[in-house]
């Protein structure tokens, strides 16, 4: 049997692998012991522009990693409420901050911020990240694994660890396709946009997820920062709808793309005044059914994050589900590695038990929401209008799902 260079290798350190190192260093994993690897430079990493939703669970659970101090670092915007509405149709709800005692529902970052602090969290802590290195392969050595990889000069390296952690991201079209597998036939359109006019007060932190009949169309509230170090808030945009429609909106002029987001989102916060540069993205859902695989007996593989699940992006759950994805295995592997008899078939067992309820719950919920929204059949609009009116009207429920977007199903 070869020896044995690390315990975990980590396929990924964007904010998901990040995080699941850190987690293993607070359970006492030595450092030495973990081998973080990443296919993008530091540069590239923290020049990463995409603004993501983070739960208030989740910002607790970085806070204590040392990765997230509210009100000095990562640069970030609160959400104090998410209104949830369909255009033009009956029933809407608001979930306040203040109903729930917490100082945030979430916050939204840009990804190569919250990737700077987690990389100064991970110095702290003394976990070295090998980059920029592509994963080649896999395989059972002994009772081990094999990681190896290959860098940008064609170079080829390797080393042997017990068990293997795939944390990579990955948009939903680059992807092989999983066990759980759904192409929801939308594209979103991302950007940053601002308002012609200051929202009321009552609005200024407000995230708005707008169901319309084409696509759900989501505003956070959020702060870019140009070139020059000045910062503005505007919001970032989330439009789904149809590929064609999509690409078509990409290619407008700025102007002709603000006064038809304006005509699609309803006039609640008014004209739009300017959107940045925009991209579009294909929708899916491509999730493996269980997230972990035995190898040897000694050794497996684990799946988290976009890696395990890849969802659609309405109410923002993704990164929050990854996160509390790493939380867990992380518990499991730092208590199985300080049991030398330590069997890998029952951590593997361990690890799906573990994260079977809170992974249904997110991923049925994300996947029903656009799907249900999208029906024209009109028993099925009146019910989803019923339901938004009763979350409204009834704080039990309405608390339910609340719990659900700050902290998963636990």
């Not at 669970?57 to 990562?74: C, D, Q, V």
């Not at 019910?383 to 609340?402: I, K, S």
């Amino acid at each position: 049997m070869p020896d044995r260079d690390v315990d975990l290798a980590i396929c990924g350190a964007g904010p998901i692998g990040a995080a699941f190192a850190l987690f293993l260093r607070e359970r006492g994993v030595e450092a030495d012991r973990i081998a973080l690897i990443d296919a993008r430079t530091a540069e590239a990493a923290a020049a990463d522009h995409r603004m993501i939703a983070i739960s208030h669970g989740s910002a607790t659970l970085l806070a204590r990693l040392g990765a997230w101090r509210p009100g000095i670092e990562p640069r970030a915007t609160a959400i104090d409420a998410i209104h949830v509405s369909h255009r033009g149709r009956f029933g809407r709800t608001v979930i306040d901050r203040q109903d729930y005692g917490v100082p945030a529902l979430g916050h939204v970052i840009r990804h190569g911020d919250l990737t700077q602090a987690l990389a100064a969290a991970l110095a702290r802590r003394g976990v070295e990240v090998l980059r920029p290195l592509r994963i080649a392969g896999i395989d059972v050595a002994g009772d081990n694994l094999r990681v190896t990889m290959t860098s940008t000069d064609g170079g080829t390296r390797s080393l042997v660890a017990r068990h293997a952690v795939h944390a990579e991201g990955g948009l939903f079209d680059l992807q092989q396709r999983r066990a759980i597998h759904r192409d929801y036939e939308q594209s979103a359109v991302t950007a940053f946009v601002t308002l012609r006019d200051r929202p009321a007060d009552a609005l200024a932190a407000t995230a708005f997820e707008r169901f319309t009949d084409d696509g759900p169309i989501a505003l956070l509230p959020a702060a870019e920062t140009d070139a020059r170090g000045a910062t503005r808030d505007g919001y970032s945009l989330v439009w789904c709808g149809k590929p064609d429609d999509a690409a078509a909106r990409v290619a407008l002029g700025d102007e002709a793309f603000l006064v038809a987001l304006h005509a699609a989102f309803g006039d609640r916060l008014g004209p739009f005044a300017t959107v940045g540069a925009r991209r579009a993205y294909p929708l899916g859902l491509n999730a493996v059914d269980t997230p972990a695989r035995l190898r040897s007996q000694t050794a497996a593989e684990f799946a988290i994050g976009n890696a395990a699940q890849t969802l659609h992006p309405v109410a923002g759950q993704g990164l929050n589900l990854g996160l509390r994805d790493a939380h867990d295995l992380a518990a499991l592997v730092a208590q199985a590695l300080r049991d030398p008899a330590s069997d890998a078939g029952a951590l593997v067992k361990r690890h799906a038990a573990a994260r079977r309820i809170d992974r249904a719950a997110t991923v049925n919920l994300t996947d029903a929401m656009p799907r249900l929204f999208a029906s024209a059949f009109e028993p099925l609009v009146f019910g989803r209008g019923l339901t938004l009116a009763l979350l409204d009207v009834v704080p039990p429920l309405r608390g339910l799902f609340a719990r659900q977007m700050m902290n998963g199903r636990r």
